[in-house]
């Protein structure tokens, strides 16, 4: 396999150079071959450069890689963020990864900051979202109106069609039927967004077609206050670019925090874009701080969707097995570096 590596900045570089012997060594030991071709797109080469990712480089993904492999976007010396915007957004629609998959899976009880009783104390939190990538308030259309002044308007504009609604849901239902799930639940605010109302339509339409898997609705305000109540409750979510951004990250926190959260931007037949979700962390950058699982069990799926199922359970068996023994980082409770969790994955990995 190709592999395209951004590292990115903050943390990125840290965490991709940890994450990518992990990976390498559970796809060796399944007798898999990993080419990683490093690129070098972040903050410092667009400071020095005032590129941010050329057409050529875009070309060379599309046309020669399996993947891209992201650390992190994101440095203070580029206020506006725009190398992270052209970068990652710019991956996401030239590529047209309209799928943005985030599991939630709950790797150990003691993870889950939701107080437990006799009823909970062994959570299984399991569930997925899929969140359209492509669309939505994301693409950035709208107008402002009298700028710098009392009188000052911004308009956003809220993007839903029917292709692209249509094809996320057929998506996650797809992804339900073959993974063995009884329940989709969709997510919006139609009572106060009419656009929304294309989300129930055809959420219903093509819920038909799958007569073993029951659909359900719920406004995103009640959702998120059933996902903090009962996650367990909780098979498949799938929903729109803002809020599937939100509710992803509320996921992420109730099965251990974003140092755990590991994202996939998808479109069957192209190369995926694969990043943990953790951010660039710039105030943790150089401190052997940061959590490499969240990197590493993004590796897992990456090579997952490549159809490197055995190399994929090994990482998530890895990972499971040092959180059991207490092998992280601070921000989990442990003492360990970056390097150090990453290494004990590794060897780990190569067993399992």
């Known amino acids: 396999m190709s592999i395209a590596v951004i590292a990115g900045d903050g943390i990125g570089p840290e965490v991709v150079a940890a994450a990518l012997p992990a990976i390498d060594a559970a796809a060796n030991a399944a007798g898999v071959q990993v080419e990683w071709k490093q690129l070098p797109y972040g903050a410092d080469h667009f400071l020095s450069t005032g590129e941010t990712l050329p057409d050529q480089a875009f070309r060379e993904i599309r046309d020669c890689a399996d993947a891209v492999f992201l650390g992190a976007l994101g440095d203070p010396r580029v206020p506006g963020n725009e190398h992270a915007r052209d970068i990652l957004l710019g991956l996401r629609f030239k590529l047209d990864l309209y799928v943005n998959f985030r599991p939630c899976v709950l790797l150990h009880p003691d993870l889950c900051p939701l107080k437990s009783n006799s009823q909970t104390l062994q959570r299984t939190i ?152 953790h951010g660039s962390a710039p105030d943790l950058s150089g401190k052997g701080m940061a959590n490499p699982m969240a990197a590493i069990l993004t590796g897992g799926l990456m090579m997952a969707e490549l159809g490197h199922h055995s190399s994929a359970r090994a990482l998530d068996s890895a990972v499971r097995e040092a959180l059991s023994v207490g092998m992280t980082t601070p921000d989990l409770g442990g003492s360990a570096s970056t390097s150090e969790v990453a290494d004990w994955i590794a060897a780990h990995a190569r067993e399992n």
């Open 126 to 277: 399991d569930f997925a979202i899929f969140r359209e990538n492509t669309e939505g308030l994301y693409l950035g259309r709208g107008s402002v109106r009298n700028e710098g002044t009392p009188e000052e308007e911004r308009i956003a504009e809220e993007v839903h069609t029917y292709p692209k609604v249509s094809r996320i849901i057929r998506a996650a239902f797809e992804w339900a039927e073959a993974n063995g799930k009884n329940r989709i639940t969709l997510a919006d605010k139609s009572n106060v967004v009419p656009a929304h109302k294309l989300w129930q339509r055809l959420f219903d339409e093509i819920g038909d077609d799958y007569p073993g898997i029951d659909g359900e609705h719920r406004y995103v305000d009640a959702l998120a206050m059933e996902m903090v109540r009962e996650p367990e409750r909780f098979e498949v979510i799938v929903t729109n670019n803002l809020l599937g951004d939100i509710l992803s990250d509320l996921g992420a926190e109730l099965v251990g925090g974003l140092g755990l959260a590991a994202s996939a931007n998808l479109h069957p037949g192209r190369a995926g874009l694969f990043e943990p979700v």
